[in-house]
């Protein structure tokens, strides 16, 4: 079955920039969004069709498209971003959904 | 504004079958799938599958076929999804989320989330 790959986790003190990438081989045949989850919560949409942002998720969320690597850019990383983000995508045909492990972010 | 309101948490013994809800307001119902996610304690995200509610058509994770039957009632704007011969390893909260045509096919909207624990 199809699989997307992303880091355990990444760490980074507040204002740096964090990078969490996402790998997999239909990415370039079907687009990525990115979804942030705090404890106890649902997610929430932060990134879409590889690149565009939500009304409501601030400028500082990012996303980009390269090959078989998406990635979500947080820039400025605030306290509040602390959380676990999970990419997902499809297969090459578009049937089947699926989400990367998820990444833990840490705002050291 | 949008909403997607789900059912309360559930107890099941192992090989029983759960129903979980999903209510939907603040939107035209059958205009929008409904897909279904689930995340076990401490783990990831796991698609489950889709339901078109204006035709009912579906389509199911290949793990989960065979297994998990998701419906509609157009009537009061409702989308169920059931898991039959339930184990341990089920024991998840399961979401309901909106796809969203328009952007891609993004999960743009959330149920709050349901706990079914399967435990004898």
């Known amino acids: 079955s199809y699989e997307l790959t992303q880091p355990p986790s990444v760490s980074v003190s507040p204002g740096q920039t964090a990078r969490i990438t996402c790998s997999g081989d239909?990415?370039?045949?079907?687009?990525a969004y990115w979804y942030q989850q705090k404890p106890g919560q649902a997610p929430v949409l932060v990134i879409y069709k590889d690149s565009e942002r939500p009304s409501g998720i601030p400028e500082r969320f990012s996303g980009s498209s390269s090959g078989t690597t998406v990635t979500l850019t947080i820039s400025g990383v605030q306290a509040e971003d602390e959380a676990d983000y999970y990419c997902q995508s499809a297969d090459s045909s578009g049937t089947y959904k699926v989400f990367g492990g998820g990444t833990k972010l840490t705002v050291l | 504004q949008v909403q997607l309101v789900q059912s309360g948490a559930e107890v099941k013994k192992p090989g029983a079958s759960v129903k979980v809800s999903c209510k939907a307001s603040?939107?035209?119902?059958?205009?929008?799938?409904i897909n279904w996610v689930r995340q076990a304690t401490g783990q990831g995200l796991e698609w489950m599958g889709w339901?078109?509610?204006?035709?009912?058509?579906?389509g199911y994770a290949q793990k989960f076929q065979g297994r998990v039957t998701m419906t509609r009632n157009t009537s009061i704007s409702t989308a169920y999804m059931e898991l039959s011969s339930l184990r341990s390893e089920d024991t998840a909260v399961y979401y309901c989320a909106r796809a969203d045509f328009w952007s891609g096919y993004s999960f743009d909207y959330w149920g709050q989330g349901t706990l079914v624990t399967v435990s004898s």
């Open positions: 339901m078109n509610p204006n035709s009912g058509n579906t």
């Open positions: 603040g939107y035209t119902f059958t205009s929008y799938d």
């Open positions: 239909a990415l370039p045949k079907q687009y």
